[in-house]
């Protein structure tokens, strides 16, 4: 492996936790071109004395936005989406009737449509929801993905990915060729930077958080510092879910909701959590 690829997978574990194949350098050099390119750097190694050297914040995080993966689209998955609507927010309703408020994380939101598709789900429950506060926080370490997801505008090929006709037009408005979201749904949602190897304690605690198709990226010990911290953002009674073909390995911070579901995670009671870390 060359000195400047080694360089490359170090910088990335230690700022976004991502753990980039020792294979995978014919996917760097793809993925850097442009900025290599940009800035006239003849290849991997200069480039990397270049972000060694110039210490620019800005410049880092165009190497972080060009190294992440932001495939995503509408209703992914589509089982939480239902599950949500089914199961969730009855039940979860009728333990909040007090408050009238919940609070629901994108954690990894890429694009918006994972974020999108909850605000889509809530309006569909809107008769149910009347009076209640919903607050959605969506999230991504990637900045130009971020402002992607801001401007809430997407092609007719990212459209048809995921929402029925029937969705599309009753929620989304045609704009120059292409759809919107529209400013009712995208002012339910706070967008922030955040990359989740930080301490992201001022978050607050939600009731259900979205963390999909992103820990598969990250190395296994940051992988499990972040599921520790993303339980420490639950309320004692709130869900984790994760991509369909994920799972929370040998955390025990969360436990399986249902016995086939390795997506739907519960966080553990304080006191299972330490019988757990004692093996009894
Ligand atoms: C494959 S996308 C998943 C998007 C969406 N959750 C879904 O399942 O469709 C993975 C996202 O994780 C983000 N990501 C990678 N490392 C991250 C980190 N350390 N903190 C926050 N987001 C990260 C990437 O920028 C990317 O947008």
Redesign the pocket.
Known sequence: MSVAFARLRRLLLSV???ALDADKLYLAESRLAPIMLENGDVDLAELMRRIELSGDERFLQAI??AM??????FF??RAPFEWLKREWLPHTMARRREQRRLRIW??????G??PYSLAIALEEEATRLAGWTVEILA????GT?LETARRGVYSQFEVQRGLSTQRLLRHLEPHMGSWRIPERLRARIVFRR????DDFRDVGAFDLI?????LM??DPE?KEQ?LARLARALLDDGYLIL?AAENAGADRSFAQDAADCGWRLRRRAARARLCAAVGA
């Open positions: 976004a936790g991502i972080i936005d992440t993966t932001n495939e995503t689209f992914r998955d994108s954690a990894a939101c890429s694009t449509q994972e999230s991504d370490i990637n993905a955040i990359n989740l190897c979205l963390c999909r198709n992103v990226y990250l940051v972040v991509g």
